[in-house]
């Protein structure tokens, strides 16, 4: 799944050829992707200036002048392609500038499109409990050391919790305990406020780096220029089971909750 530097990356890679142009037309393909497109999207978009567009998590937000937003969740395996040279049987919504052709394709329609009043944003539902951005002002150490106070729970689990730190994913919360030294089953509470201030670096370390490789190619995942991500020739744990970790022991592996975790019990404690 496309996790939050792979959507700021279709984000950086979709402004220069859509802030500030006029939609001329915006073209739906079926009715839905994980659930219906908004009945009136067409017609509230086509016409439209985009006047921004920004991440929140891991949706993308293409602001317009009318005052709305549109939303966009990549799901599992979306992608917006640039002047593709053919339509796809899974480019589902074209948007159309006069200089301009952008599909979004969803091969398995995980994804989703929203149009919510620019001013509604921060009470849309899924981002009305949203933590703090990870790579934003409010995400500090004390703001961890309050969220964890008493808990119990695996700092894993709650970094996870998007209520806590919005748009953090499996891939990255992995790296980011690596490159701290925290254990992924450590009671989360019970973290000194030193390496909770080692835990935030390591998480805004991480997210640039991947940012600056383009993302983390899984499965049919690429930028909106057709270039595929490298972060994962980056990988210090993830989807490393059984090899050497940087200190020389091996690489860890284990399930939780459904999930892949990557660890090295040497490194990390």
């Known amino acids: 799944m496309p996790e939050l530097p792979e959507v700021e990356t279709t984000v950086r890679g979709l402004a220069p050829v859509l802030d ?4 001329a037309r915006l073209i739906l393909r079926r009715g839905d992707l994980r659930r219906p497109f908004p009945p009136d999207l067409g017609q509230r978009m086509t016409g439209a200036r985009v006047v921004s567009l920004g991440r929140r998590a891991k949706y993308g937000l293409i602001d317009t002048d ?23 049987t899974h480019d589902h919504l074209i948007l159309e500038t006069a200089q301009h052709r952008l ?6 329609r ?19 409990a949203m933590g703090p951005e990870p790579l934003g002002p409010d995400f500090t150490p004390a703001h961890l050391a309050a969220a964890f106070e008493g808990r119990i729970a695996p700092i894993k689990a709650l970094l996870l919790d998007q209520r806590i ?5 499996n891939i990255y919360v992995c790296e980011a305990l690596h490159m701290a030294g925290i254990a992924p089953d450590r009671a989360a ?10 835990l ?10 991947a940012i600056e490789a383009g993302g983390s190619t899984l499965r ?7 270039e595929l991500g490298y972060f994962a020739k980056q990988w210090r744990v993830y989807g490393r089971e059984g090899e050497a970790c940087l200190c020389g022991a091996t690489v860890q592996r284990r399930v939780d909750g459904g999930r892949s975790t990557f660890w090295c019990s040497k490194c990390q404690r």
């Open 165 to 169: 730190v919005a748009g953090l994913g």
């Open 66 to 88: 009318r005052g709305d937003t549109m939303i966009f969740h990549l799901g599992m395996s979306g992608r917006w392609r640039i002047d593709p040279a053919e339509t796809l």
């Open 103 to 108: 599909a979004l394709n969803d091969p398995r």
């Open 110 to 128: 995980f994804g989703s499109v929203d149009l919510v009043p620019t001013a509604d944003l921060a009470t849309w539902p899924p981002f009305a």
């Open 220 to 226: 049919d995942y690429a930028r909106p220029d057709g």
């Open 200 to 209: 935030v670096d390591a998480i805004r370390e991480v997210l640039l780096a």
């Open 189 to 198: 509470g019970r973290i000194t406020r030193p390496r909770l201030a080692k």
């Open 20 to 23: 500030g142009q006029a939609i």
